[in-house]
C-alpha cells in the first residue's frame, strides 16, 4: 500500500475542502488513489467540491436599476477587480443597466443600443477596453415587470447606490404601489441574496434536479433497513424538508426566523411574482495562474 503522506493529504483536501482528518481516512480506504478516495468523501457527502482551479469566480460587477413597475439587473465581467472600484467601469455598468431597463434583456439589443456618447453599448465597452486595458464583457442581464406592484431591487454591499456584486429583483403583484410594499420587496431581496434559493414556487422547481434529489434521498432511505413503505414515508419526508431549502416561498423568513415567506407576502396583500439573483462570477470558471512559475518559465529557470 502506498504511503498516505502529508504532501497527498494536503492535495485531496485542496482538491475536495473536506477536512484533513476526513482527507486521510478517504485515502487510507482508497488504498491512497486519488480519485477514488474523491469518490469515497462525495459517498460520504465530505466533499465540498472546492478544487481551487474550478472555483467559480470573475471580476467586475453587477448593476440594478428601477422604473415604474419594472426594474433591471446586469452583470458586467472583468479581468481584475481592480476594474472594478474604477469609477468609468462603474458608470458602464451603470449605462448598460438603464438601457437594459429601457429594450429589454437581449444582450444583442442591449449592444445595439445607443448611449450618451453617441456610441452603442457594444462601441462604448471597446473604447472601455482600449481604454482601460484589459478585456471586459456584458454576461447577462435580466428585467422583470408587473402590472401593478412594485419591483424592488436590493444591492448586497453594495459599493455605489445600485453597484455591487450581488444583486437581487423581487417581483410583488398588488392593486397598488406603497412604501411598505417597496420595503417589503427590499426586504426579501435581503433574504434572497442570504438563502439563494432555486425556485420560486414548488412548481418552479427543477424536475431533473427533484429526481436526483429523489434518488440520493431513497438510497439513504434504504440504508436504513426499514420496510419499502416507510422509506417512501420518510423519503416524501426528506422532500418536503428538500423544499423548504430551495424554494423561496416556502423558506423561513430571515427576518423573523419563523413566518414562511408566503405567509409574509400574503400578509401584506401582495403576490410575489418573480424573482432573479446575480452574484457576480457564479457559473464562470476562472483560471489560476502560477505567477512564480511564468516568471521562472520566461527566464528560461523552468
Same mark, same amino acid.
Given at each position: +500500500?502506498?504511503?498516505? &503522506?502529508?504532501?497527498?493529504?494536503?492535495?485531496?483536501? #485542496?482538491? &475536495?475542502?473536506?477536512?484533513?482528518?476526513?482527507?486521510?481516512? $478517504?485515502? &487510507?480506504?482508497?488504498?491512497?488513489? +486519488?480519485?477514488?478516495?474523491?469518490?469515497?468523501?462525495?459517498?460520504?457527502? /465530505?466533499?465540498?467540491?472546492?478544487?481551487?482551479?474550478?472555483?467559480?469566480?470573475?471580476?467586475?460587477?453587477?448593476?440594478?436599476?428601477?422604473?415604474?413597475? @419594472?426594474?433591471?439587473?446586469?452583470?458586467?465581467?472583468?479581468?481584475?477587480?481592480?476594474?472594478?472600484?474604477?469609477?468609468?467601469?462603474?458608470?458602464?455598468?451603470?449605462?448598460?443597466? !438603464?438601457?437594459?431597463?429601457?429594450?429589454?434583456?437581449? /444582450? #444583442?439589443? =442591449?449592444?445595439?443600443?445607443?448611449?450618451?456618447?453617441?456610441?452603442?453599448?457594444?462601441?462604448?465597452? &471597446? !473604447? /472601455?477596453?482600449?481604454?482601460?486595458?484589459?478585456?471586459?464583457?456584458?454576461?447577462? $442581464?435580466?428585467?422583470?415587470?408587473?402590472?401593478?406592484?412594485?419591483?424592488?431591487?436590493?444591492? !448586497?454591499?453594495?459599493? @455605489?447606490?445600485? =453597484?455591487?456584486?450581488?444583486?437581487?429583483?423581487? $417581483?410583488?403583484?398588488?392593486?397598488?404601489?406603497?412604501?411598505?410594499?417597496?420595503?417589503?420587496?427590499?426586504?426579501?431581496?435581503? !433574504?434572497?441574496?442570504?438563502?439563494?434559493?432555486?425556485?420560486?414556487?414548488? $412548481?418552479?422547481?427543477?424536475?431533473?434536479?427533484?429526481?436526483?434529489? @429523489?434518488?440520493?434521498?431513497?438510497?439513504?432511505?434504504?440504508?436504513?433497513?426499514?420496510?419499502?413503505?416507510?422509506?417512501?414515508?420518510?423519503? #416524501?419526508?426528506? =422532500? @418536503?424538508?428538500?423544499?423548504?431549502?430551495?424554494? /423561496?416561498?416556502?423558506?423561513?423568513?430571515?427576518?423573523?426566523?419563523?413566518?414562511?415567506?408566503?405567509?409574509?407576502?400574503?400578509?401584506?396583500?401582495?403576490?410575489?411574482?418573480?424573482?432573479?439573483?446575480?452574484?457576480?462570477?457564479?457559473?464562470?470558471?476562472?483560471?489560476?495562474?502560477?505567477?512564480?512559475?511564468?516568471?521562472?518559465?520566461?527566464?528560461?529557470?523552468?
Amino acid at each position: +500500500m502506498a504511503e498516505i &503522506t502529508a504532501a497527498l493529504v494536503r492535495e485531496l483536501r #485542496e482538491k &475536495t475542502g473536506a477536512g484533513m482528518m476526513d482527507c486521510k481516512k $478517504a485515502l &487510507t480506504e482508497a488504498a491512497a488513489d +486519488m480519485e477514488a478516495a474523491i469518490d469515497w468523501l462525495r459517498t460520504k457527502g /465530505l466533499s465540498q467540491a472546492a478544487k481551487k482551479s474550478g472555483r467559480t469566480t470573475a471580476e467586475g460587477l453587477v448593476g440594478v436599476v428601477s422604473g415604474p413597475n @419594472r426594474a433591471a439587473m446586469v452583470e458586467v465581467n472583468a479581468e481584475t477587480d481592480f476594474v472594478g472600484r474604477n469609477e468609468a467601469f462603474q458608470a458602464f455598468v451603470e449605462q448598460v443597466a !438603464h438601457v437594459a431597463l429601457e429594450v429589454g434583456e437581449d /444582450l #444583442e439589443a =442591449i449592444k445595439a443600443a445607443k448611449v450618451p456618447s453617441g456610441r452603442t453599448v457594444a462601441d462604448e465597452l &471597446t !473604447h /472601455l477596453i482600449a481604454t482601460i486595458g484589459e478585456n471586459m464583457s456584458i454576461r447577462r $442581464a435580466r428585467v422583470l415587470s408587473v402590472e401593478s406592484g412594485v419591483v424592488a431591487s436590493y444591492v !448586497h454591499s453594495a459599493l @455605489r447606490p445600485g =453597484i455591487g456584486k450581488i444583486g437581487v429583483l423581487a $417581483a410583488l403583484q398588488a392593486p397598488s404601489e406603497s412604501d411598505a410594499l417597496l420595503t417589503l420587496g427590499r426586504q426579501i431581496g435581503m !433574504h434572497v441574496a442570504a438563502t439563494r434559493p432555486a425556485a420560486l414556487d414548488v $412548481a418552479s422547481v427543477d424536475p431533473e434536479a427533484l429526481e436526483r434529489e @429523489r434518488a440520493v434521498l431513497i438510497d439513504q432511505a434504504r440504508d436504513s433497513g426499514k420496510p419499502e413503505a416507510i422509506i417512501e414515508k420518510m423519503v #416524501e419526508g426528506r =422532500i @418536503r424538508k428538500f423544499y423548504e431549502e430551495v424554494v /423561496l416561498l416556502e423558506q423561513v423568513w430571515v427576518l423573523d426566523g419563523e413566518s414562511r415567506v408566503a405567509k409574509v407576502v400574503d400578509k401584506a396583500g401582495a403576490k410575489l411574482v418573480g424573482f432573479e439573483r446575480f452574484q457576480l462570477g457564479e457559473g464562470i470558471e476562472k483560471e489560476e495562474n502560477d505567477f512564480a512559475a511564468e516568471v521562472a518559465a520566461a527566464a528560461g529557470t523552468k
